[in-house]
């Protein structure tokens, strides 16, 4: 899988989630999450973000923030967010769902 790190916090593009052919970014309030178990691993995300927030997981665990913000994205969807009492789970599709509007502790700071 992909993960978004700290330099997506207050940029939120949005270019990684108009090019994600399986629509597995999710935006947040002030960054967006790839969901782990959707992504397909194309790639097309890493290449498209203008501030190279976006790494292949398995780079990600050499970078200890990064690594945390792999772990906030699992936390993302496995955990009830701030306003939500059921966690996001794998929806299946970020357009259909609407912008998620909140972060996780980690990155609401
Ligand atoms: Fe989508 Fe990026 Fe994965 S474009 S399928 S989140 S590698």
């Known amino acids: 899988s992909y993960v978004i790190g700290a330099d997506c916090i207050d940029v939120l593009d ?8 399986v629509d597995c970014i999710y935006v947040g309030g002030r960054k967006s999450y790839i ?24 780079v990600a665990r050499k970078d200890p923030d990064l690594l945390a913000h ?24 970020a357009q259909r769902l609407g912008e998620v509007g909140v972060d996780t502790s980690l990155v609401a700071g």
């Open 14 to 21: 949005r270019s990684c989630v108009e090019v994600c052919p």
């Open 35 to 58: 969901n782990g178990n959707e992504c397909i691993d194309c790639g097309a995300c890493e290449v498209e973000c203008p501030v190279e927030a976006i790494v292949v997981d398995r």
């Open 70 to 93: 792999l772990d906030d994205s699992r936390a993302f969807f496995e955990l009830p967010l701030p306003g939500r009492a059921e966690p996001l789970g794998d929806p299946g599709g």
